[in-house]
């Protein structure tokens, strides 16, 4: 049976800290995903983990675990590659880009491949319609794929590479990126500054630019801090706020200007007229 590290455990704990103290049990689909980091799947053991600190029975935990597809129940690859064979990406030839993979890799659906490197999946509509046919690796895209380019992306794999996403974040592995669903930030430099949104997801931007639509505050150049720089921010923000409250003390705290009795006074005399 796995023991899970400390380093896990103490993960677990800042998870279920993110939560109220009498809805912890909210933490469950990132304690899951942890527990998938750390052994590549959702096994007996991760189950009875999430149990243990959640305090809910084992049959609570595999309810959830065996609702979602995204929590695999046996060893998994290191990078899964779920190609959409869903409507749109079909009729644009996806059947036939997972048909491809799946005899050049001999493996059917939801199998992994002899090395341990590759688990393929057919997958439901990935959201990325406008874009088909979509093959993911680990969640990141490759859009606009046919039989050869999803075999060359494959192939890089199976040598060793990390190929580029068309866009989003780059390529880790599939215990890399449980520990991002789990909710730590990938903190490998430009991890999540890759590949901008590709012009069709743009498209109702530009029309709205066009009609001069715009939503008060939007920026999309806003960018997207590591957890690192999130946290300088937020310590630059409170030692700002702290100066600022030094320079300009509550009035009660302030003390009078000049001759402190007669300020007093005065004050006194205001809050009088005032009445
Ligand atoms: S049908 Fe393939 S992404 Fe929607």
Request: proline share 5%; glycine share 10%.
């Amino acid at each position: 049976m796995t023991v899970f590290t400390e380093e896990t455990r103490a993960r677990a704990r800042e998870i279920i800290a993110r939560y109220p103290a009498d809805r912890s049990r909210s933490a469950l689909l990132p304690l899951l995903h942890l527990v998938q980091s750390e052994e590549g799947y959702v096994s007996p053991a991760g189950v009875e983990f999430c149990a243990e600190v959640l305090g809910l029975n084992k049959a609570q935990v595999g309810a959830v675990a065996t609702f979602y597809t995204m929590y695999k129940r046996k060893p998994t690859g290191d990078y899964l590659v779920s190609v959409c064979t869903n409507t749109m990406c079909n009729v644009l030839g996806g059947q036939e880009v997972y048909d491809t993979l799946a005899e050049h890799l001999g493996v059917g659906h939801d199998e992994t491949t002899e090395d341990g490197k590759i688990t393929l999946e057919h997958a439901e509509c990935l959201a990325a319609c406008d874009y088909g046919p979509v093959m993911t690796v680990n969640y990141d895209f490759f859009d606009g794929v046919d039989p050869q380019t999803a075999l060359g992306v494959v192939e890089e794999l199976r040598a060793g590479g990390r190929p580029m996403p068309t866009r989003g974040a780059r390529l880790c592995s599939l215990k890399e990126m449980s520990v991002q669903l789990a909710g730590f930030a990938d903190e490998r430099e430009g991890a999540v500054a890759d590949g901008g949104p590709g012009e069709p997801t743009l498209r109702g931007l530009r029309l709205a630019e066009q009609h001069g639509i715009s939503v008060s505050g939007f920026d999309p150049n806003t960018p997207i801090r590591s957890k690192a720089e999130a946290d300088k921010a937020a310590e630059q923000a409170k030692a700002a706020q702290a100066a600022g409250a030094a320079a300009n003390p509550p009035a009660a705290d302030r003390k009078p200007a000049g001759d402190g009795a007669v300020a007093q006074q005065r004050t006194l005399k205001e809050a009088e007229a005032q009445k």
